[in-house]
């Protein structure tokens, strides 16, 4: 089992910057890729950007390419997201998912969301 806490939500105006934090407990050692989705109103959650366990291999949507940057810390089991450049459209819940491989498949975990807001 893998318990997730999301963090560092809150209103900003466009332009302004926020870094969520997701913390790991649990059965840490068996998480592989970690990743950021945000779920805005009337909208499907999405994939924001995710990193591997090494943190060599990241993947980031188009809408947020040069504006946000992920990053893990695996000595404090935290995952971050820098969010620069913020816009209207970036306000969504966001969530942090953590994925377990087993076997053929794997076992998703996902923290509880930290509400983001931007204003214009």
């Known amino acids: 089992q893998v318990q997730l806490v999301e963090s560092g939500g809150g209103l900003v105006q466009a332009g302004e910057s926020l870094r969520l934090s997701c913390a790991a407990s649990g059965s840490i050692f068996s998480i592989n890729v970690m990743g950021w989705y945000r779920q805005a109103p009337g909208k499907q959650r999405e994939l924001v950007a995710d990193i591997t366990s090494s943190g060599t291999l990241n993947y980031y949507a188009n809408s947020v390419k040069g504006r946000f940057t992920v990053s893990r810390d695996n000595a404090k089991n935290t995952m971050y997201l820098q969010m620069n450049s913020l816009k209207p459209e970036d306000t969504a819940v966001y969530y942090c998912?953590?994925?377990?491989?087993?076997?053929?498949?794997?076992?998703?975990?996902w923290g509880q969301g930290t509400q983001v807001t931007v204003s214009s």
């Open positions: 998912k953590a994925s377990v491989p087993s076997g053929l498949f794997s076992s998703d975990y």
